[in-house]
């Protein structure tokens, strides 16, 4: 191979004074054809040198070596081509939206990265509903968060919680064509289940939040008539329910709370009802007036000990008394919405009513038993009283 000019006879090439990096030589090849070789240094530890054809190609490499070292350093030269193939079809793929390819490592990072050794998301679920149980949540609360959960965690068992994505939760929620109230409980408890995953540092943020809620439409609430109200309370004793059903239609107590109630927080010669902090909702504890008709129903029944309705045998008790009663068709939650409607008739202040009820605003009064019964009806109601008649025939006694 004959050596160019800028060679000396020892063969190592001499730069040419004024000549900048990179080193641009000519070289005659065995073929005889003449290429020019862009000579890079030492790039990694290895000489880096690129041929070209013609002298035009080459300068115009150089220039475009000179630019890249200047703005990156010299680490770009020792790029491999096949990364440079995948970092041409990246920087495509994120071109249409507006991303570059160290921003989209970032996040990849960020957001992949940094939660590959979280567990899987059944394995979360299990762990909340572990520190739920060990918290001594509510039994109803355990076992909601464990149904709704369980049945989302199911169908991604294998996935991390920070691998999924809004479109995935649209997706799921949107399958199998669920009311929007059962769409709501779904979220909610998704997004407790990504606020915990959050503070255990499983996932960065909670997607469930950038979910809309649907709109659930408020009907107006159906209440029990007069005499289905009597009716109710006749029929009531002989399935040992009577205290549930007063304490519903006169105390306007929830029924969750009925079935946690224990017999000392009902005291008859107070004429007062303690819901405390582990029977009320979220906790909030007050004390409920007992009505002269609530106290006298309540005297018909045997000595309250423990609690006040027994769980075990409630469901079937509670069927077989509204048929017993003709109400096979029950209206939700008809005992507190009777009470609500009937004590705002009577008393015409929304405030009194929803401290009965336990709510913290008038406005669930206002927007839910306003105007549903007349006063003279509220009057009625409130003058239910058990006749000697039906404490005869129920064998109940009076103290």
């Given amino acids: 191979m004959k050596r160019t000019a800028v060679e000396s006879n020892s063969g190592k090439v001499k730069r040419r004074a004024g000549q900048r990096w990179p080193k641009i030589y000519k070289k005659v090849h065995r073929s005889g054809q003449v290429g020019y070789v862009v000579d890079l240094g030492l790039i990694n530890g290895k000489r880096e040198r690129r041929s070209f054809q013609s002298k035009v190609e080459a300068e115009t490499f150089g220039e475009m070596a000179r630019v890249k070292k200047q703005n990156e350093?010299?680490?770009?030269?020792?790029?491999?081509?096949?990364?440079?193939?995948?970092a041409s079809k990246a920087s495509a793929m994120l071109a249409?939206?507006?991303?570059?390819?160290?921003?989209?490592?970032?996040?990849?990072?960020?957001?992949?990265l940094a939660y590959r050794n979280a567990p899987p998301l059944p394995q979360i679920v299990n762990n909340l509903i572990d520190e739920a149980t060990r918290n001594e949540r509510r039994q109803r609360t355990v076992e909601d968060l464990r149904y709704r959960l369980?049945?989302?965690?199911?169908?991604?068992?294998?996935?991390?919680?920070?691998?999924?994505?809004?479109?995935?939760?649209?997706?799921?929620?949107?399958?199998?064509?669920?009311?929007?109230?059962?769409?709501?409980?779904?979220v909610t408890k998704i997004s407790q289940l990504y606020n915990y995953a959050i503070k255990h540092g499983w996932a960065d943020m909670n997607?469930?939040?950038?979910?809309?809620?649907?709109?659930?439409?408020?009907?107006?609430p159906e209440i029990l008539t007069i005499a289905q109200a009597r009716s109710l309370l006749e029929q009531s004793l002989q399935f040992g329910l009577l205290p549930y059903v007063?304490?519903?239609?006169?105390?306007?107590?929830?029924?969750?709370?009925?079935?946690?109630?224990?017999?000392?927080?009902?005291?008859?010669?107070?004429?007062?009802?303690v819901i405390g902090q582990a029977v009320a909702k979220k906790r909030?504890?007050?004390?409920?007036?007992?009505?002269?008709?609530?106290?006298?129903?309540?005297?018909?029944?045997?000595?309250?000990?423990?609690?006040?309705?027994?769980?075990?045998?409630f469901r079937d008790n509670f069927e077989a008394l509204k048929q017993a009663a003709g109400l096979e068709n029950w209206p939700h939650n008809a005992l507190r919405h009777s009470f609500g409607s009937y004590h705002l008739a009577l008393h015409g202040d929304a405030t009194k009513t929803a401290n009965q009820m336990g709510h913290k605003?008038?406005?669930?009064?206002?927007?839910?038993?306003?105007?549903?019964?007349?006063?003279?009806?509220?009057?009625k109601f409130w003058a239910l009283r058990p006749v000697s008649r039906t404490a005869a025939t129920l064998g109940a006694h009076e103290s």
Avoid: Q
């Fill in 207 to 220: 997607l469930a939040e950038r979910i809309d809620r649907p709109s659930v439409e408020d009907k107006e």
């Fill in 284 to 313: 909030s504890r007050r004390v409920v007036e007992m009505s002269d008709g609530l106290n006298a129903w309540l005297r018909l029944c045997p000595p309250l000990v423990g609690a006040v309705v027994a769980g075990a045998a």
């Fill in 246 to 273: 007063a304490l519903g239609l006169f105390a306007g107590l929830r029924s969750a709370e009925l079935l946690r109630l224990s017999a000392d927080a009902v005291k008859l010669d107070e004429r007062v009802i």
């Fill in 96 to 112: 249409p939206h507006g991303v570059s390819l160290i921003e989209a490592a970032r996040y990849y990072i960020d957001h992949v």
């Fill in 150 to 186: 369980d049945t989302f965690a199911a169908d991604f068992p294998d996935r991390k919680l920070s691998d999924l994505t809004v479109e995935d939760l649209k997706d799921w929620l949107d399958e199998d064509g669920w009311s929007p109230r059962t769409r709501i409980n779904f």
């Fill in 361 to 379: 605003s008038t406005e669930v009064v206002h927007n839910h038993y306003k105007a549903l019964v007349t006063k003279a009806e509220a009057e």
């Fill in 73 to 86: 350093g010299t680490a770009a030269f020792g790029i491999s081509d096949g990364v440079r193939v995948d």
